[in-house]
């Protein structure tokens, strides 16, 4: 090896040896702090609309002494730091902020950026259009100095709080606000509402565009949309519009305010797209309209068709107009039964289900009546029937109230009419009958007079009275008409009766019904009503009654006066006998 080239090796080692040396006396402590700056990615922010300020923080750190990687990593960071927005008396920055967020948990900090940071604030709804500077309060702990002992760090280190600034941009763009809620809605209907919300700052939204949503399940669209959009066009400052929403309110609802939100979309002066901040207004839904339904009075009868009048009265909240008072007789059918509806009383059979009792106002009262018929077995008493109101709603539509229970009184069959035999007349009485004036005498023919009343309630006409007897009595008039009877009235009914020449002295039955039109026009068959019919001659001289009898009397008459006459001669003839023997004998024989 030349005497160059050894010079060269030993200096080369030299200077390895020494930088060696310098470099482990690096490591040994390293010092330094972290460097952090603040900033936000979205900085515009609209008065009086809550929004959320995100925050990042970037740390670039300084190392004042190189040393380990570790080591330095531990001087730039911002160890288990916190942040706060400054706001108020806190700061003498005028920072037209209410902040929502309390002091922020961030944690370390490394060289780099850490972030977001979410604070809710609320801009001042008097806040000057313009940038401000937001201050945010940091506080962390610093390692400023780190040494290696032999594997182990030691630490020179302490608590450090410093301000940083974001700056954010509060601006005028469009906002809105309910200025005025118009209309109603009630439980169980379908109502108009109209909203007016008006452009409360000084900058026009263009092609705007409102999306209302009912927030509360109590309130829906009446097209079941969850939510519904309306395009308002062009939109200047201080300008009102007025939104109409047909709104159905359940049934249940009850009467408190309802939150139905509303978002504008639009485009703002430089044409970009924006959004307003939410804006909120309530619905107040009127309760479920009432009605008290009362049963007043009923002529409900077992077997017949009645009527039974019931008493609405309107309890509110609001007046109503064409309203029906509707009977149907139909109830929801119990889970498991095929049917949709089963009748409330199945004994029931209405003849008139619909009355209209016209406009109520609230308080106000209507009477209705409805015709119907109970079938022949079932039990009298009181029976509850269904009956439920249909008005007009907000809408003008058909409303159905809910069902009201009615009582009303059926009452036991009760016989269309009383039918009893005549009374006889006063020459028939002085003759000595039988106080019922409808004796027949065998072989002979007699009237026969039956007394029919009505004892219903409504007025019969078209009365088709029928007699039926059976051998040895017979009629060859056995049929009566009477053009009408009101309820109470009673009339005579005139038949004949024949017994046979051979019937036997004593009572036989008849019987007689009636075919009627009742008050409705509608025919019906009474029920046969038993009379007695009597075959007898009357020991006071009632075989004078008919032709016969007559004859035959006088036929006797002339047989006794005949018989008597004979028995004079006889008795005369004997008498002069006697007298000529005593003359011709003498003395007493």
Not at 34 to 52: K, L, N, Q, R
Not at 365 to 378: N, Y
Not at 538 to 546: A, F, N
Request: charged share 30%; proline share 5%.
């Amino acid at each position: 090896m030349s005497r160059i080239r050894r010079v060269a090796v030993v200096a080369l080692v030299c200077c390895l040896l020494t930088a060696g040396t310098a470099l482990v006396a690096a490591n040994d402590t390293v010092s330094g702090d972290p460097d952090i700056e603040a900033f936000a990615p979205e900085t515009a922010f609209v008065p009086g609309e809550e929004s959320t300020l995100q925050v990042s923080l970037n740390n670039r750190g300084e190392v004042d002494e190189e040393g380990f990687d570790d080591l330095e990593s531990e001087v730039v960071t911002a160890h288990e730091t916190t942040a706060r927005i400054l706001a108020g008396d806190e700061t003498d920055r005028d920072v037209p902020f209410d902040v929502r967020t309390d002091e922020q948990t961030v944690g370390d900090v490394p060289r780099g950026v850490t972030g977001p940071i979410d604070f809710t604030v609320v801009p001042d709804e008097d806040a000057e259009p313009g940038v401000y500077r937001v201050p945010i309060r940091l506080e962390y702990r610093n390692v400023y100095n780190a040494e290696d002992d032999s594997g182990a760090t030691l630490r020179d280190e302490r608590v450090v709080t410093e301000t940083v600034f974001v700056e954010v941009d509060i601006t005028d763009r469009a906002q809105f606000a309910v200025t005025a809620v118009d209309g109603a809605v009630q439980a169980g209907d379908t109502g108009v509402v109209n909203v007016t919300m008006r452009n409360v700052q000084n900058e026009s939204a263009r092609e705007a565009s409102v999306t209302a949503t009912p927030v509360d399940a109590d309130l829906t669209f009446a097209t079941d949309a969850e939510s519904t959009e309306t395009y308002v066009d062009d939109w200047a400052p201080d300008e009102n519009r007025t939104l109409t929403y047909r709104l159905d309110a359940a049934a249940d609802a009850t009467p408190r305010a309802s939150t139905l939100e509303f978002d504008v979309e639009y485009r703002d002066a430089e044409r970009a797209d924006a959004t307003a901040r939410t804006v909120r207004t309530g619905v107040t839904p009127l309760s479920r309209q009432a009605f008290d339904v009362t049963g007043l009075n009923s002529s409900l009868e077992v077997g017949k068709d009645g009527s039974f009048a019931v008493e609405v009265r309107n309890d509110g909240p609001r007046p109503v107009e064409n309203a029906v008072v509707a009977f149907d007789n139909e109830a929801p059918a119990p889970e498991g039964v095929g049917a949709e509806t089963v009748p409330a009383d199945e004994n029931v059979v209405p003849r008139e289900t619909r009355v209209t009792v016209g406009d109520l106002a609230v308080g106000e009262t209507a009477t209705a009546t409805f015709d119907a018929g109970i079938r022949s077995d079932a039990n009298p008493g009181n029976r509850t029937l269904n009956l439920a109101v249909r008005y007009r709603g907000l809408d003008d539509d058909v409303v159905v109230s809910d069902a009201s229970d009615v009582v009303v009184g059926v009452t036991p069959e009760r016989e269309a009419f009383a039918v009893s035999l005549a009374a006889p007349s006063g020459d028939e009485a002085d003759e000595g009958g039988n106080g019922t004036g409808t004796s027949v005498a065998p072989g002979e023919t007699a009237r026969y007079d039956v007394v029919v009343r009505n004892t219903g309630s409504e007025p019969v006409s078209d009365v088709q009275a029928k007699l039926f007897v059976d051998e040895p009595v017979s009629s060859d008039d056995d049929e009566a008409f009477v053009t009408s009877l009101d309820p109470g009235e009673e009339t005579t009914l005139t038949f004949e009766v024949s017994a046979d020449g051979g019937a036997a002295r004593k009572t036989y039955a008849a019987a007689v019904d009636f075919r009627y039109d009742d008050a409705d026009g509608d025919e019906q068959l009474s029920d046969t009503y038993r009379l007695p019919v009597e075959v007898a001659t009357d020991d006071g001289g009632s075989v004078l009654r008919s032709p016969t009898g007559i004859v035959a009397l006088l036929s006797a008459l002339a047989l006794g006066a005949a018989a008597v006459w004979k028995r004079g001669r006889v008795s005369r003839a004997l008498s002069r006998l006697r007298e000529r023997a005593r003359d011709r004998f003498g003395g007493d024989r």
